[in-house]
């Protein structure tokens, strides 16, 4: 159960953070007003596959009020006149970008995929001056693009085709540049590139060495692109081989299969001699082997961007 929070940061801290909602619901995707007195967000989840609530309450905290219903997706306009939001014109369609007036009864698409495909469009994000807004399209949890649409003309340009993963996207130099987190170089780095667009450059003077990337799920950068503030949800899954009670090897000492990232889904040879898991070790998932004392881990497959969620023998 998430919930929004206001908090002040800086070298000191005075104030405990200020609750805002407290819903049994899940509240997220919080962005601020332009004038800072009130923060929309969306309540539901995602994994519901059911739509979600845009409501709207005092950055002070108190009442909420209800603006529409969408799928997901968020921000606010510079103007403070539109939301832009993830919705469908129809059940069933593509998810596209849709201006939404902050009142709720204005709704115009901004993007509309192919109808016949799976996609999904979701990180809208307005540039400082309000006449265009990026977002990333979807085609897979894998595979993602970052696109922008020129709001005064409709143009719809594609600025990356990496088809790799993209984590969120962002202005900079006051809509000059975007940055974004991908791992495009096969691990998750920071991106610049021209929002006009043209080839990107790995942002190094970026420190996440105390965050891992691969927990990293969302970002933003401050107005005077001074600082960074990163979402991260730590995951270091490892698999641990012991020998079982009672058993001749009883006496074994336990080894590990780790690394800085996840290892999973381990399962044993059928002579018992080797092991077979998932590592995304290498900034994807993929299939890799080990001796059963954890020894000579290796990779066997290079799927990239297809990715894999389990592996057995024959």
């Known amino acids: ?132 807004l990026i977002f990333i399209r979807a085609y897979s949890n894998l595979l993602r693009e970052i696109f922008l649409v020129d709001l005064r003309s409709g143009a719809l340009t594609q600025l990356t085709d990496d088809q790799r993963a993209i984590r969120g996207a962002a202005w900079v130099r006051g809509g000059k540049e975007i940055v974004f987190l991908s791992n495009r170089s096969g691990i998750y780095r920071f991106w610049r590139m021209p929002a006009q667009g043209g080839e990107a450059q790995m942002v190094d003077k970026v420190s996440t060495g105390e965050v891992g990337l691969m927990g990293v799920d969302s970002f933003a950068i401050s107005p005077t692109d001074q600082q960074i503030v990163l979402g991260s949800e730590s995951e270091d899954a490892q698999i641990l081989v012991r020998s079982l009670p009672g058993t001749v090897r009883e006496r074994e000492r336990p080894c590990w299969i780790q690394s800085s990232e996840w290892e999973t889904t381990p399962n044993f040879s059928p002579d018992g001699k080797g092991l077979l898991f998932i590592s995304n070790r290498s900034g994807r998932e993929e299939l890799w082997t080990a001796n059963q004392d954890c020894t000579e881990a290796s990779p066997l497959t290079k799927l990239e961007e297809h990715g894999i969620e389990h592996g057995s023998w024959s």
Do not use: C
Not at 80 to 109: C, K, M
Not at 112 to 132: I, Q, V
């Open 1 to 132: 159960n998430l919930d929004i929070y206001v908090t002040s940061f800086g070298q000191r801290i005075t104030q405990a953070p200020v609750r805002l909602t407290s819903s049994p619901l899940s509240d997220h995707e919080p962005v601020w007003s332009p004038d800072g007195r009130q923060i929309a967000f969306l309540r539901g989840n995602h994994y519901d596959q059911a739509r979600m609530e845009l409501l709207v309450v005092p950055s002070t905290g108190g009442s909420e009020k209800l603006i529409a219903s969408v799928w997901g997706g968020l921000d606010w306009s510079p103007d403070g006149q539109f939301f832009a939001v993830s919705d469908n014109l129809t059940d069933g369609t593509s998810s596209g970008i849709f201006l939404l007036s902050t009142d709720g009864r204005e709704r115009r698409p901004v993007s509309t995929p192919p109808p016949t495909e799976k996609l999904y469009d979701f990180n809208p994000r307005f540039s400082p001056d309000g006449t265009r």
